[in-house]
């Protein structure tokens, strides 16, 4: 045995509370105390193999370091695969990381620069629902599920493919939660509390299967960590055995073998405090030990003295004859038993296990030293545009506005992406980086006339500054110090000689240390809350504060009113929808135009007007309403739009510009990238929408103009029934919404009508309610989303209203398909029908709390949810949603073993293999390849060999139809 | 966990005459898209005496802002020489950058400054009332002392989920007059306004 006590390992001196290695044995993790922090730190393990790396400076010995958690890591633990790491810690945080590939190493701003970050390790996840410090954290075998447990004497189970779900709290313990562990197959849990039982859990449905209780005597060592290690088996061909390494609070360590009677070996004074954890290499012949002192050691055996272990298939049949087949886990061994009928499936099985080992390794567990190079190249380059040349021009090309109160608004440029996975990425709120950048971007809510304070020159601080109370706070310890110039702790800053001229200059400069430490008590200019400090003086500031905003509000909330006034309702329903937008308007407040023009919210056609109308007119619109439903755009004298998700490309719309001779026209502007184009109409602009292809305006006297990208007038003056109420654009598809309820789609390019005054009487059943989103896809079909939850969808070919989204829809609600949801992409499908529905995550979550729902019934509404999604993917024409939704379904029927409906999903997939005449078959769906997709679906179905009939069927009639 | 940490901040154009804008060169990365702007401060510290002095040259709303990196540049016009007292013009003094998210401070970057004299007959001779136009503005840019506060980033998001298990009827969204003080009656947000601080610095 070799015993090593690398000594660059260490957090400073601070004690380090858990130390585990990578699955991969190329590096470990520490957890413990940090300054003022916890701290948890990536380390390399070759340095501690090898001496030569050791030596060698090229080699990182530390990865990475986090500092975020708030108080003291009590655990870290890797998950099984290698691609997440867990932490939790004494501020009842559970942090989950994963290792961010798109961006090279970097330093701690502030640090002084000395610690470079080999390898990025991003916090994905924060998992918070513990009311205790968290003692530890287990990943459960197949890496489905992570547990935690905390000094609030509960153990958590959280969903670990959909962080943060909770699945299920586990109560009964009577003291603090220790120590977690799962059995190797996934079907128990054991928890080891300070209420001196072991409670093992079943985690088919969470409930307590034993309690233990008899062995426990703690005197002397109330903290006892064991790591069992794999199963090792002796020379001799006697039992397996077990080999276990115990440290405890004695400070020492002790390796134990289940087939002797005493230690193998034990060994004192490693440590100068107490063991804190314990972690085994791969190959079982290694561990590391961490100590409360915080230093590390490592162990080396030899194989004599521990023995060869088992290989990985002894050990999982050891493990299932001991515990039996988990029934929540599907794995492929259970299925070793069955007969491969053909050499493609066996084939194909291989691949995927192959596929499975290699995965991890290949993906995140890259040799630290060799792809730090090729990372920070990337991160180099954004858009063929090397970072100096973006910074050399970034104060001329970043685009900045002045939002609806007049400040000064950065949209910040995007060096790099996260490419984790696990972001949903800000699809409409990401700014471009090429091209675009140079272009103006205006805020669709640039009035001047509400400016209440002029950035440009310094704000008066004294505007809203408590009296007295900072003054007597802060100062006293400024004053002291510079006073006295004596040097004290508090300021270890030796500040540059080249600044500091005169020696003198350094006492004063300690009476900056509190400013440097303590947030600023004067936040004029924030229409946000300032609360920082519950302190009385605050606490009155922010009240009145509050009361500042508050006329504002009713003043923009009555003047909203009273331009939706023509409308049908003008009691209840403005009021109804005022209650809608509230969120909207809350945004506009802050200086958020939305930007998304996809999803335009109903809000921004009427309330940007209003907002901006401090110049109203006192002219009205002049049309009677007839049974009006819907808000109309009141009149302004001028407004800006922006137009698409393009931030370059705006339109400008200025009214009553006088031509001379008391004649009166309206100027239409539009600017895209730089170039601009411009026309004059004769009447009022009411309302104006654009897309990449096209500009619409809807002027007064119901007339709707079309134009070219260029300006080109494409139409003549379309004549609405009735005035417009929202007017939409996508791609060439012109959306008209009129105030009478009734909707028209026109495909401008072909000239042609796609929803001809489609009367939205039928979904507006409701006497309350109202449209409150309006959507155009990019193959023209509309969807309204009403104010009670439900979205339709207005379908050309069907010409009838569709169903696509239902908030209140108890089957999304019961389905719970994340067994079948592939990992990686599990949140990334976008697209009109993920808009529509916005976020899907409440479904699982409601799945979960049902957890009582007998599984048939779960089965039934799962299938039900799927197929429906698949449904409202297809009539929206969304090809990506449709192929993701497909994918999904098809997993799931894979999963449960629902053979007729996989099996009509593939004949319909594959069509008549020999040409027939007669056939009514389409070879394309929603413009995907209907054969391309069974291919995507033949890999999915071959995973459940229970298919393997089916699968050779599709596979050979692939290859024929190929061969031909 | 703070979603936005500041990876770097650049000092452009330094040293510069007293009265040229402050140029600063901002990187930050932000862990999750936020929902809402980032609102940056430059705070000019005009005198060591009181933080009565202080002036806020500017503050700039930054968004959006997805998951990233993200760089900017923060221009801000010099500090007002009439609100400088006399005795404080020459010599050290400090410039703050201050993030603040819904109104929080997260982050203070702290850097000394030290305004003086470029001609060395009035360094030897200083006149009674300063010369602002004959200063020098020297940023100590290699010594910045960060200071980063925990706050919490997810009153939105808790009130949204809160909302969302409400009777659905209601929760299409609140009434307006709720909304500006968002979180403030909130106690959940208490904890998460506790500063605890955590200071990175040499």
Sequence with gaps: MKLLKPTWVNHNGKPIFSVDIHPDGTKFATGGQGQDSGKVVIWNMSPVLQEDDEKDENVPKMLCQMDNHLACVNCVRWSNGGMYLASGGDDKLIMVWKRATYIGPSTVFGSGGKLANVEQWRCVSILRSHSGDVMDVAWSPHDAWLASCSVDNTVVIWNAVKFPEILATLRGHSGLVKGLTWDPVGKYIASQADDRSLKVWRTLDWQLETSITKPFDEKFNPKIFKKKQKNGSSAKPSCPYC????????????????????????????????????????????????????????????????????????????????????????????????????????????????????GPTARDAGPAARDTGSASSVAGVVNGESLEDIRKNLLKKQVETRTADGRRRITPLCIAQLDTGDFSTAFFNSIPLSGSLAGPMLSSHSGPQLLPLDPGTPIPFSSSKPSTEPAAGTRPVGDAASKDGVNTATAPTTPSPSVLTTPSKIEPMKAFDSRFTERSKATPGTPALASTTPTAAERLREQSLVKELRPRDVLESSSDSDEKAPAAKPSSLPKRKLELEGE????????????DARLLPMSLSMQSPAALTAEKDTVCVSVPAPALKLPMPGPQRAFTLQVSSDPSMYIEVENEVTAGGGLKLSRLKCSREGKEWETVLPGRILTAAGSGDVVCVACEKRMLSVFSACGRRLLPPILLPSPISTLHCTGPYVMALTAAATLSVWDVHRQEVVVKEESLHSILAGSNMTVS?????????????????????????????????????????CADFRSSLPPQDAMLCSGPLAIVQGRASTSGRQAARLFSVPHVVQQETTLAYLESQVAAALTLRSSHEYRHWLLLYARYLVNEGFEYRLREICKDLLGPVHTSTGSQWESTVVGLRKRDLLKELLPVIGQNLRFQRLFTECQEQLDLLRDK | MAKVSVLNVAVLENPSPFHSPFRFEISFECNEALADDLEWKIIYVGSAESEEFDQILDSVLVGPVPAGRHMFVFQADAPNPSLIPETDAVGVTVVLITCTYHGQEFIRVGYYVNNEYLSPELRENPPLKPDFSQLQRNILASNPRVTRFHINWDNNMDRLEAIENQDSSLGCGLPLSCTPIKGLGLPSCIPGLLPENSMDCI
Aim: with cysteine.
């Design chain 1, 243 to 358: 080999c276990c390494a115990v440290g405890s609070k004695d400070r020492s360590l002790s390796v134990w073998l289940t087939c002797l009677k005493r230690p193998l070996v034990v060994i004192h004074e490693l440590f100068d405090k107490s063991i804190m954890d314990i972690s085994w290499t791969l190959n079982g012949l290694g561990i590391l030990v961490c100590s409360m002192d915080g230093s590390v050691a490592f162990l080396d055996f030899s194989q004599d003295e521990l023995g060869d272990p088992l290989s990985e298939e002894e050990k999982s049949r050891i493990h299932q004859s001991t515990y039996g087949k988990s029934l929540a886990i599907m794995t492929e061994a259970q299925l070793s038993t069955a007969v491969i009928e053909n050499p493609e499936m066996l084939q194909y099985q291989r691949r995927q296990q192959q596929l499975d080992r290699q």
């Design chain 1, 584 to 595: 909207a308007v809350e945004k506009k407040k802050k200086g958020r135009p939305r930007k």
């Design chain 1, 773 to 813: 989103q309006v959507l155009l896809t990019q193959h023209g079909i509309p969807v309204m989303n009403l104010s009670d939850g439900k979205a339709y969808c207005f379908s050309p070919s069907l010409s009838a209203w569709n169903l696509v989204s239902d908030k209140q829809d108890s089957l999304a609600q």
